[in-house]
């Protein structure tokens, strides 16, 4: 019980470390997963192959793969020391792009035919087609799957405190470490979590409520 | 190609050239990422056939046999265990007395909302510190940490799979059973369960493949599976003075994605023979609708049985 109250400033900058590599990497993911949905959708087929291959690959290789992946392979190739924050939202941020993708892309597939034959009667190019009518009307449909994404994401980020990454994972490892008692360290932790997925699932649940699209 | 057409008309032929264009830009464009990444790689001498020559020494192929097989027996006995947890909690939340639909709601609740690494890393601390009182010794304590988060994990997955499988069924199904007699453990066992557990076929394999991704967690706890053979292997072969991690992760990285690969692929032929079966009963897609996404909220995160157009579709 007194864990909690002890290392208080400790459980503090877990709970804050998890928020930063959740948040910085849900980020990446968002953007690279809407570009490689793009490529999916894309007339062009070596971008489709590229993104079915993206997604396939990424999607079956075990999370803690990726990590030893960002740890050891992505330094030689890029800049060598970088922070483990930055190879940790690397990690993360490539495996949930892969399921960011997906459901972008079967949110597209959920907008009517008519809606993309109109804008093309119209003249519309293909981007414009995608970013002006089809991607805002789905939108809303990719919302509930991607509170889940989002949510799953959060708690993936817990592999990053296995690589030195500061945060709620790294935090609990260290007060067992110093033998306070496991279960109580847990509850908290859970705790923890609970609040960041309740209200990633409530941001949501606010954010279609608000850009609800009558169909 | 299902969603594509719908974007584009079929090219005529200035958009015919515009694509070729484009498909020679994007190509090239892949393409000098790749060698980008390659030539970096070879830079550092990673294509040094010394380094890959490794894999010709039979203790490094011992060495990822033994992982693989202890991946995959950590796999076997998390499935099993899991799907067996999966069907009792799914039964026990939909129990008619309510203490019993709580403890499973609670149990499933937080088992889902705690990221699996911590539960395994919480029941290792305890396995360990007892070790002597559960008789375990060696690295027992490791196998059962990974093996029971597994399952305390993804049984509750499973049982949200399923109770949304149950739900799925024809309330005149068990209204006929009912009438029949049967009894109320009968109706469920013969007649819901069966049908539950066919249309949600899919969606159970493809968690199983988060399953079989996860076990690689056993790496944080230092259980000697896969994933934690090959740091093992990379850390202690040195070639030219150079540790062999990325020969190493290259040929682990492709073992793992086989094997998701290949449960995946089933997961898809048991949906398309499903759909092809006239039995009435629908299939659910086999994406990861619960899977990968698995979300708090029960409700609206479980697929409603034959989920129709809403989550990822594999082609």
């Given at each position: 019980?007194?864990?909690?109250?002890?290392?208080?400033?400790?459980?503090?900058?877990?709970?804050?470390?998890?928020?930063?590599?959740?948040?910085?990497?849900?980020?990446?993911?968002?953007?690279?997963?809407?570009?490689?949905?793009?490529?999916?959708?894309?007339?062009?087929?070596?971008?489709?192959?590229?993104?079915?291959?993206?997604?396939?690959?990424?999607?079956?290789?075990?999370?803690?793969?990726?990590?030893?992946?960002?740890?050891?392979?992505?330094?030689?190739?890029?800049?060598?020391?970088?922070?483990?924050?930055?190879?940790?939202?690397?990690?993360?941020?490539?495996?949930?792009?892969?399921?960011?993708?997906?459901?972008?892309?079967?949110?597209?597939?959920?907008?009517?035919?008519?809606?993309?034959?109109?804008?093309?009667?119209?003249?519309?190019?293909?981007?414009?087609?995608?970013?002006?009518?089809?991607?805002?009307?789905?939108?809303?449909?990719?919302?509930?799957?991607?509170?889940?994404?989002?949510?799953?994401?959060?708690?993936?980020?817990?592999?990053?405190?296995?690589?030195?990454?500061?945060?709620?994972?790294?935090?609990?490892?260290?007060?067992?470490?110093?033998?306070?008692?496991?279960?109580?360290?847990?509850?908290?932790?859970?705790?923890?979590?609970?609040?960041?997925?309740?209200?990633?699932?409530?941001?949501?649940?606010?954010?279609?409520?608000?850009?609800?699209?009558?169909? | 190609?299902?969603?594509?057409?719908?974007?584009?008309?079929?090219?005529?032929?200035?958009?015919?050239?515009?694509?070729?264009?484009?498909?020679?830009?994007?190509?090239?464009?892949?393409?000098?990422?790749?060698?980008?990444?390659?030539?970096?790689?070879?830079?550092?001498?990673?294509?040094?056939?010394?380094?890959?020559?490794?894999?010709?020494?039979?203790?490094?192929?011992?060495?990822?046999?033994?992982?693989?097989?202890?991946?995959?027996?950590?796999?076997?006995?998390?499935?099993?265990?899991?799907?067996?947890?999966?069907?009792?909690?799914?039964?026990?939340?939909?129990?008619?007395?309510?203490?019993?639909?709580?403890?499973?709601?609670?149990?499933?609740?937080?088992?889902?909302?705690?990221?699996?690494?911590?539960?395994?890393?919480?029941?290792?601390?305890?396995?360990?510190?007892?070790?002597?009182?559960?008789?375990?010794?060696?690295?027992?304590?490791?196998?059962?940490?990974?093996?029971?988060?597994?399952?305390?994990?993804?049984?509750?997955?499973?049982?949200?799979?399923?109770?949304?499988?149950?739900?799925?069924?024809?309330?005149?199904?068990?209204?006929?059973?009912?009438?029949?007699?049967?009894?109320?453990?009968?109706?469920?066992?013969?007649?819901?369960?069966?049908?539950?557990?066919?249309?949600?076929m899919p969606?159970?394999i493809?968690?199983?493949?988060?399953?079989?991704?996860?076990?690689?967690?056993?790496?944080?706890?230092?259980?000697?599976?896969?994933?934690?053979?090959?740091?093992?292997?990379?850390?202690?072969?040195?070639?030219?003075?150079?540790?062999?991690?990325?020969?190493?992760?290259?040929?682990?990285?492709?073992?793992?994605?086989?094997?998701?690969?290949?449960?995946s692929a089933l997961a898809n032929w048991i949906e398309r023979r499903g759909r092809q079966a006239?039995?009435?009963?629908?299939v659910a897609e086999a994406?990861?609708?619960?899977?990968?996404?698995?979300?708090?909220?029960?409700?609206?995160?479980?697929?409603?049985?034959?989920?129709?157009?809403?989550?990822?579709k594999e082609n």
């Open positions: 019980m007194n864990v909690l109250l002890d290392y208080l400033p400790e459980f503090r900058d877990g709970f804050l470390g998890t928020l930063a590599i959740t948040g910085s990497s849900a980020l990446l993911a968002l953007v690279l997963g809407i570009l490689i949905a793009g490529f999916r959708v894309s007339p062009i087929p070596p971008l489709r192959v590229f993104g079915t291959a993206w997604v396939t690959i990424l999607r079956n290789t075990p999370l803690t793969l990726l990590f030893l992946v960002a740890v050891f392979v992505v330094p030689q190739i890029l800049v060598p020391g970088a922070s483990p924050f930055v190879l940790a939202t690397l990690a993360l941020g490539f495996y949930t792009s892969s399921f960011v993708c997906e459901a972008v892309r079967s949110g597209i597939n959920t907008v009517p035919l008519g809606q993309a034959e109109a804008a093309r009667s119209i003249g519309m190019t293909f981007s414009q087609t995608l970013r002006l009518v089809v991607l805002p009307q789905a939108t809303r449909t990719v919302l509930p799957p991607m509170s889940s994404i989002f949510i799953a994401l959060t708690k993936n980020s817990a592999i990053a405190g296995a690589f030195s990454v500061t945060e709620l994972f790294a935090h609990s490892k260290l007060l067992s470490d110093r033998g306070y008692d496991i279960a109580w360290i847990f509850l908290w932790i859970a705790l923890a979590y609970l609040v960041i997925t309740f209200s990633i699932s409530g941001l949501f649940r606010l954010l279609e409520r608000r850009m609800g699209v009558a169909r | 190609m299902s969603g594509a057409s719908v974007l584009y008309d079929v090219p005529g032929p200035k958009a015919k050239v515009r694509n070729r264009v484009y498909s020679v830009i994007g190509s090239l464009a892949v393409l000098a990422v790749l060698a980008f990444v390659v030539m970096r790689l070879n830079d550092k001498g990673q294509f040094d056939p010394a380094k890959w020559n490794i894999f010709n020494y039979a203790g490094v192929r011992t060495s990822i046999r033994d992982g693989m097989l202890v991946t995959l027996q950590v796999f076997a006995v998390a499935a099993v265990l899991s799907l067996v947890l999966g069907v009792l909690l799914a039964v026990a939340r939909l129990s008619d007395h309510k203490p019993v639909r709580w403890l499973a709601t609670g149990f499933i609740e937080l088992f889902r909302a705690v990221p699996l690494l911590i539960t395994v890393y919480a029941l290792w601390v305890i396995l360990l510190s007892n070790r002597e009182d559960f008789g375990l010794s060696g690295n027992q304590p490791q196998f059962w940490a990974l093996v029971l988060g597994l399952t305390v994990y993804n049984g509750s997955v499973q049982a949200e799979v399923l109770r949304a499988g149950i739900l799925s069924v024809p309330k005149g199904q068990s209204e006929a059973a009912y009438a029949l007699g049967l009894s109320k453990t009968q109706v469920m066992m013969t007649v819901l369960i069966p049908q539950a557990v066919r249309a949600m969606t159970i493809s968690q199983l493949v988060v399953t079989l991704k996860d076990t690689s967690l056993g790496f944080v706890i230092t259980y000697e599976e896969l994933l934690y053979s090959a740091r093992q292997m990379s850390t202690n072969i040195i070639v030219n003075g150079e540790d062999v991690y990325i020969p190493v992760i290259i040929v682990t990285g492709s073992l793992y994605v086989a094997l998701c690969m290949a449960l006239k039995t009435g009963i629908g994406g990861e609708p619960v899977a990968a996404t698995d979300a708090m909220e029960v409700g609206d995160a479980v697929p409603d049985a034959p989920a129709g157009e809403k989550t990822g």
